[in-house]
């Protein structure tokens, strides 16, 4: 990360107040945030707000606006659970410091979990992270029984007579302290090889055999002849190409680039790559090799029969954040359900002071504005799935109002908002299909005042 300091202390926010000034340390060396009073470890980093988000959190909590400069509306992932932290620096500095830091952790995340061109952030993390736990002194230094206790953590289950055979093959190799037999820190990576180095992973064995069938060269024609011949794999030959040079080593060097359509279009040498023992573990770990089948990696389902044919990802009382009698109406909780392919999410809407207001009647959540989660499903609504969202809508608002509504949601959603044309529509006999409703949304709800007056014509 590009900046390196210790401890702050930051406002944090509850509910509408500025409450406690908590400490908080950047680890730099796990890549996470320390919360001290709390204890807590915040490496899960879901999302972190800024400019209009910010914006939106700050009057939500209905705090002032000379805060908004300061303003740190940071989302994130404790106990598999989602946890808001509103927090205002004492001043633009520490602001500006915390606020490059966050998106530095946030991103570098990102790209961990896309696991791709990152293989040796995510080891160096791996081993800080290991390393730290099993130092128990610390000293920067394994005794035996720690590397054994380290071990079992890992799920490592070599018997105590191979892991002894192993901690002395070190020794003897001048990796540990002749003064306390112990592990120095500067042996890590080599003292990892040795433990991986199991028999039962074979990968060693496996890279050397596939290698003798090619006079000892690990080249993309072996590559190809693997994952078409063995593997099964239906990828076409110029798409292998570029998986082998994301991890092949050329003229000395690894293959990183930044476009991969280089290699698509023949402007990277690959003539000379080839693909070391520790590329090919890599690459068998990865993502890129992953167990589903290549169809599946894209939608490979029929998409076009009519929408009433699929099962549809759908979500309740979806502004609720928390309990479901006293929690919070937020646009969180849609922005939440969306980025996770949600297709179908709710809206009880009830007449407001000055806006139309979205919580759960008869209790005692918070209240969030309807334009504010319209504003909400709109920016993250295609951002994971380009296929129709559902609004599915309560409307609990009087007539006037609900033409109110209709005007927010053709504001907001613009062309993307399915409506009726001008001249009508003819009788549907069949729903489109998701395929014709790409990047659409539509509104469901019953219209209560028809079916009164329906109800009223049969009855005279």
């Known amino acids: ?8 202390r930051l406002l944090q926010v509850l509910m509408t107040k500025v409450s406690t000034v908590c400490l908080f340390r ?29 914006r939106y959190n700050r009057e939500h909590l209905r705090l002032a606006k000379e805060y908004q ?41 990102q790209e961990l979990m896309r696991g791709l061109r990152c293989g040796e952030m995510s080891q160096a993390l791996w081993e800080k992270q290991y390393w730290k736990a099993a130092d128990e002194e610390p ?44 592990v120095v820190s500067s042996s890590k990576r080599t003292r990892k090889s040795l433990l991986k180095a199991r028999p039962e992973i074979l990968i060693d064995r ?23 011949g063995k593997q099964k794999s239906s990828t076409k030959t110029a798409d292998l190409q570029i998986l082998f040079n994301r991890y092949s080593r050329s003229t000395g060097q690894l293959a990183h680039p930044t476009d991969d359509t280089a290699y698509a279009h023949g402007l990277a040498e690959t003539t000379s790559a080839v693909m070391t023992v520790d590329a090919f573990t890599s690459f068998l770990l990865s993502p890129d090799n992953s167990a589903f089948t290549d169809q599946h990696s894209d ?19 979806t502004y609720l954040v928390g309990h479901q009698l006293v929690g919070s109406s ?5 922005i939440r359900a969306l980025l996770h392919s949600c297709r179908s999410v709710e809206l009880d809407i009830y007449d407001g002071d000055l806006e139309r207001m ?4 008869k209790t005692l959540t918070t209240e969030v504005s309807l334009r504010e989660v319209c504003q909400a499903v709109m920016k993250y609504g295609f951002s994971t799935s380009p296929y129709p969202i559902i609004i599915s809508a309560e409307v609990h608002c009087s007539l006037p109002q609900k033409d109110r509504i209709a005007a927010i949601m053709t504001e907001e959603f613009g062309e993307s908002l399915v409506r009726m044309p001008p001249e009508g529509l003819p009788k549907i006999e069949v729903l489109p299909s998701p395929e014709q409703l790409k990047d659409k949304i539509l509104l469901k709800a019953k219209n209560q005042n028809l079916v009164r007056m329906d109800s009223m014509d049969s009855d005279g």
């Open 69 to 109: 400069d300061r303003w740190l509306p940071i989302i994130y992932i404790l106990d598999d659970n989602y946890k808001s932290l509103h927090l205002i620096a004492p001043d633009k500095e520490t602001y500006q410091m915390w606020d490059h830091t966050l998106h530095d952790l946030h991103g570098m995340r």
């Open 139 to 182: 000293d920067h230094k394994l005794s035996f029984n720690e590397i054994e206790n380290l071990c079992r953590k890992l799920n490592i289950n070599s018997n105590r007579e191979d892991l002894l055979r192993l901690f002395k093959m070190c020794f003897a190799r001048h990796l540990f302290s002749s003064r306390r037999k112990a």
């Open 358 to 361: 979205i919580f759960h009647g």
């Open 206 to 228: 496996l890279y050397k055999t596939l290698r003798a069938a090619k006079d000892g060269i690990f080249d993309f024609g072996l590559f190809e002849k693997l994952m078409k």
């Open 26 to 54: 950047l680890d730099a060396d796990l890549g996470q945030i320390v919360w001290v009073s709390k204890e807590h470890k915040i490496r899960r980093f879901a999302r972190i707000r800024y400019g209009y988000d910010a």
């Open 330 to 334: 937020t646009t969180e909780g849609y």
């Open 1 to 8: 990360m590009s900046r390196r300091f210790g401890s702050s």
């Open 299 to 317: 939608v490979w389902q029929d998409m076009t029969r009519p929408l009433s044919e699929y099962f549809i990802s759908s979500s309740h009382s």
